[in-house]
């Protein structure tokens, strides 16, 4: 079948990003962290802690069982927090912290058409559409629980701050958290951009660019979920003051 004038042939991408520093062409690593942990502060340079092992712990509830296994939940004690303690009322002592992390992996093909308009073919005028199809897509969350000073074992899954912990858990691997995520991702299913930003040599649209402009957008969907999420840890420790108060009934 015969490609309409200016139509690329499709573009597959298949990426994965979980960091700040690219770990190969197409592998972004950023780390992204609960609370009102800065972005690149979650692991630069600080002691992470010792992990609390389950197996070492009485069966977790059902329903705290789930958000483990469905969140990726590693239990932690000793180092440092990482959140601002000024963020706290004062007197109080940071006794927990849920430190999250959101990865995504895409396979998607694109093409593009270059479409002028009579009179406006000037580089700067010309625009480019930009179909994505994507393949797949998946956003992946795990999680970091620290504890100041683990409770006893007997009563480790009763106590208020692991409650309260994974009350924030519970918040960023909500479902409506990931289709969140993905809404914003298919904005990208069409885009119209000027062909000088995406153009490259001899003035051909340039893979690369499209490759780039597509991985702009989807860090731009996995920020706008991070501040979602942030938003809404902050509100929790607003209505429960940290942990101190039940939650409000529905």
Partial sequence: MSQPPHERSPLNHRVALCGVAIVACLMLVTPITGQTVDRDSNRQGKD?????????LPKPPTEIAKLIRDGAVRLITGGQPTSDPSSL?????LAGET???FRYRYDSRARWQIETRSG???????????RVRFRSIKLIASHDVWLLSPPESDRFWDDRVVRHEFDHVQISSDPRIEKHFLDAAKEMEQMRVPLASVVGPGGRVDNAKVQSLIE????????DTTDLVRIRYRELDRVTEHGMLPLPAP
């Fill in 120 to 130: 406006r073919a000037a580089l700067g005028q010309t625009t480019v559409l930009v």
């Fill in 48 to 56: 992470e802690g010792t992990e609390i092992r389950l197996d070492e």
């Fill in 89 to 93: 009322p004062a007197g109080r002592r």
């Fill in 216 to 223: 702009a957008g989807m860090k731009q969907a996995l920020d």
């Fill in 99 to 101: 430190r999250f992390t």
